[in-house]
């Protein structure tokens, strides 16, 4: 599986983004993945923000993201979104999403995950 990411850019602190995760078009679809969003801050090692398993009904949240980003599954799209609201200086870092073998469990640390997307810049001014 290939990942691609998109979404990110610039936006003022309290404001918006919508990152999105997709198969490259030549890559195999998200079935039977669990997906994580993971972050990765300058001088900072790489955290996990949010993740879901296969059938979507387990999600995880960093206790700094919780009730400010969503995560979700859109299978008709094969795309695994990460909705972040009250975007905050601190969450600057470039965005991951990865996959690794799901069912019903999703995976907080980042050695399950076997497919990692390229990146997304997300810078939050003050």
């Given at each position: 599986?290939?990942?691609v990411?998109?979404?990110?850019?610039?936006?003022?602190?309290g404001?918006?983004?919508?990152?999105?995760?997709?198969?490259?078009?030549?890559?195999?679809?998200?079935?039977?993945?669990?997906?994580?969003?993971?972050?990765?801050?300058?001088?900072?090692?790489?955290?996990?923000?949010?993740?879901?398993?296969?059938?979507?009904?387990?999600?995880?949240?960093?206790?700094?993201?919780?009730?400010?980003?969503?995560?979700?599954?859109?299978?008709?799209?094969?795309?695994?979104?990460?909705?972040?609201?009250?975007?905050?200086?601190?969450?600057?870092?470039?965005?991951?999403?990865?996959?690794?073998?799901?069912?019903?469990?999703?995976?907080?640390?980042?050695?399950?995950?076997?497919?990692?997307?390229?990146?997304?810049?997300?810078?939050?001014?003050?």
């Open positions: 599986v290939q990942l990411e998109s979404g990110g850019g610039l936006v003022q602190a404001g918006s983004l919508r990152l999105s995760c997709g198969p490259s078009p030549s890559g195999r679809t998200f079935m039977n993945k669990a997906m994580g969003w993971f972050r990765q801050a300058p001088g900072k090692e790489r955290e996990i923000v949010a993740a879901i398993s296969w059938t979507g009904g387990n999600k995880f949240y960093a206790d700094s993201v919780k009730g400010r980003f969503s995560i979700s599954r859109d299978t008709d799209k094969d795309t695994i979104n990460l909705q972040m609201n009250s975007l905050k200086p601190e969450d600057t870092a470039v965005y991951y999403c990865a996959a690794a073998p799901g069912g019903s469990h999703y995976w907080t640390g980042s050695a399950p995950y076997t497919h990692w997307g390229q990146g997304t810049q997300v810078t939050v001014s003050s």
